[in-house]
Every structure is written in C-alpha cells, then in structure tokens.
C-alpha cells in the first residue's frame, strides 16, 4: 500500500495468504497489521494465534479482509480493540475455518473469548460455515 503522505491511498492491491504452516512460534503465526485486501487462505496454524492489529494512523486499516478455508489446532484468531471497531462497515468476511482447541479459545475478540463457531456466529456474524472439528497435521521434525 502506498500514500500521498496526506491520508489517501494510491495503489492498493489484494494479498493472498495461502497454503501456509504456521506452528510454534514466539509470536503469531500469521499477523494483518493495519492493512487492506488481505486474504487468508488455506492456511494450517498450530499453537500459534491469527492476529488483527489496527494501531496505526489513516489511511492505514484493516479493511476488506478475508479468512476462509483454514485449519486451526489449539490456535485462535485474535483481535485488538482497534481492529475490531466497525467490522462490518469495513467488509470483514470470517469463514469456513475449522477449529480443533479442545474446547480452548477460537476467537479472542477485543478481550471477549469464544470457544465454539456458534457462539461466534450468534455474538460477531462470523463463522456461519465453520465448525469445530479435528485438525489432523504432521509438524516437520
């Protein structure tokens, strides 16, 4: 993403995130800080978390993001007040994750947990075909 240096952005293009192994990390396996058209896709995280970070000035926001298809084990997305404000206006589409946390924490939504994709459907509009379910992955040795 580019700027005019005066808060309007010139020339922003999607980012595909796909087909990725994330696991064990210090920090976040996958992290979309203040940026747009992103698209999470496909991805396998272990023990590690998605995070939505938004702590930078406009023009610079989550916006029109996308997380679909991927396979979560004992991980979560996690998101910070500022990302999560008005994520509806700013076209967040949460989907079709699948989740195996043993009954842990899937969404860590500005500091509200949620353990099941029902519960995150019925409090967020998120996750309508998710589900929690087995995450079968073989980690490199």
Not at 38 to 52: F, K, M, Y
Not at 96 to 103: E, F, L, P, R, V
Not at 109 to 119: M, P
Not at 121 to 130: M, Q, V
């Amino acid at each position: 993403v580019d700027s005019d240096g005066h808060g309007k952005v010139l020339d922003a293009a999607p980012i595909l995130v796909e087909d990725n192994l994330a696991y064990d990390n210090d920090a976040a396996g996958l992290t979309v800080y203040a940026t747009g058209n992103a698209h999470l896709r496909n991805n396998t995280i272990v023990n590690n978390d998605v995070e939505l970070k938004d702590k930078r000035p406009a023009p610079w926001s989550i916006h029109d993001l996308t997380i679909e298809g991927n396979f979560f084990k004992n991980a979560k997305i996690a998101a910070d007040g500022s990302s999560t404000s008005n994520y509806a206006s700013r076209r967040y589409v949460i989907d079709g994750n699948t989740y195996d946390n043993a009954g842990g924490t899937i969404f860590n939504w500005n500091a509200k947990r949620y353990t099941s994709t029902s519960s995150v459907f019925g409090a967020l509009g998120f996750e309508k075909k998710g589900r929690n379910g087995p995450v079968n992955v073989s980690l490199p040795v």
